[in-house]
């Protein structure tokens, strides 16, 4: 046995099960229409909300910004000083967000990593979890010292008998994902606010999938439900609709201060490159100034989702842009996925270990990018591709 035998044993057991994951390659900037594996396909799958990944403004604004701030930081903030463009944006993200302060982070899993252990750093401390919470979160909690109370999806009563088993610890963090982002549901914030309330617990949401997605103008799911100061901590990410890479927290100045003093990866990880911020603070101002990348994105997903449930597909219970197409096995979705790539169409689909055995999905992910023309041939494709696997005729059974 050689003592890395066990790695190509593990790689063929995930190409065995349908779960290994073929990544593909992109050749063409970020947009309704991408050049992948040498091909020109329908993008269906990125995050890149409101098309901004390559919108004209946002490239101005990195370019210009190259001239005054070159393209490093070349350290960590707290170290070697930080420069007055990330300050800028994130003066701009809390007005925006209207709350009184945010911090910015390399990424929006970073943010996740910097935020919990600092906020929960005593076994003393406890936090309660949604079961479904995405990745950065798990990780998160993980490098936290807090003893950990995982709660039934988005269930309020359930929450609410866990922070009765957490009630004598000393602080208790409540945290959710603020969209989910295999399902597309909203986490019911208005009951979570509430319980935490009842139990003194602080509320922390990571809105990554609802930053310039939902609530006024896009300023995320606080704004949605109306519910501005009940939050104690936001995160968000730049890297989803704000189309360029960063995630940050939003709360109060208090908040913030002690980030700066105790979040590891903002202590011990350089900042983001100024054309990133400079990409991102763009995004704000468009963001800022009108409503149109927003309307057009929720009325691509109306149209698109509507249109699927005619043709007989389980689009699951999504109530935003993140449109599930539940399959079944790994197996049948990755079928699926290949055909839909056969008709130009670029649509991944998603497996256990990212969602439930027997839940596997093509997850599509609608964009303000997309032309009405541009849903009509996805859903040409998805008819054609899911007559040809029976999908359409067969019900499932997950
Ligand atoms: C995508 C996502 C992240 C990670 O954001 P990045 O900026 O890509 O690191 C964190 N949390 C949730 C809920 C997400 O969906």
Known sequence: MGKLDFIKEELSRLKETGLYNNIRTIESPQGAWIKVDGKRVLNMCSNNYLGFANDPRLLESARKVLGEFGVGPAAVRSIA???????????????????????????????NQ???PAIADSA?????????????????????????????????????????????????????????????DIASLPEICEAAEKYEALVMVDDAHGEGVLGKNGRGIVDHFHIHGRVDIEIGTLSKAFGVVGGFVAGKAGLV?????????FLFSSAATPPDIA??????????????????????????????????F????????????????ASAAQEFSRKLFENNVFAMAIGFPTVPKGKARIRVM??????????????DAFTKVGKELGCLSAKYIY
């Open 81 to 111: 000083g930080t420069m007055s463009l990330h300050n800028q944006l994130e003066k701009k993200l809390a007005e925006f967000k209207e709350v009184e302060a945010t911090l910015s982070f390399q990424s929006g899993f970073v943010a």
């Open 114 to 116: 910097a935020v919990i």
């Open 124 to 184: 003393d401390d406890a936090i309660i979890t949604d079961e479904l919470n995405h990745a950065s979160i798990i990780d998160g909690v993980r490098l936290s010292k807090a003893k950990r109370y995982i709660y039934a999806h988005n269930n309020a009563n359930d929450l609410k008998s866990r922070l009765e088993e957490a009630k004598e610890a000393r602080r208790k963090l409540i945290i959710t994902d603020g969209v989910f982002s295999m399902d597309g």
């Open 257 to 265: 201060e002690f980030l700066k003093q105790k979040a590891r990866p």
């Open 279 to 312: 990409a991102c603070i763009a995004a704000v101002d468009i963001l800022s100034s009108t409503e149109e990348p927003v309307k057009k994105l929720w009325e691509n997903s109306r149209y698109f989702k509507n249109k699927m449930k005619e043709l007989g």
């Open 314 to 329: 389980d689009t699951g219970v999504s109530q935003t842009p993140i449109t599930p197409v539940m399959l079944g096995e």
């Open 366 to 379: 609608i964009s303000a990018a997309h032309s009405k023309e541009d849903l009509d041939t996805a859903l």
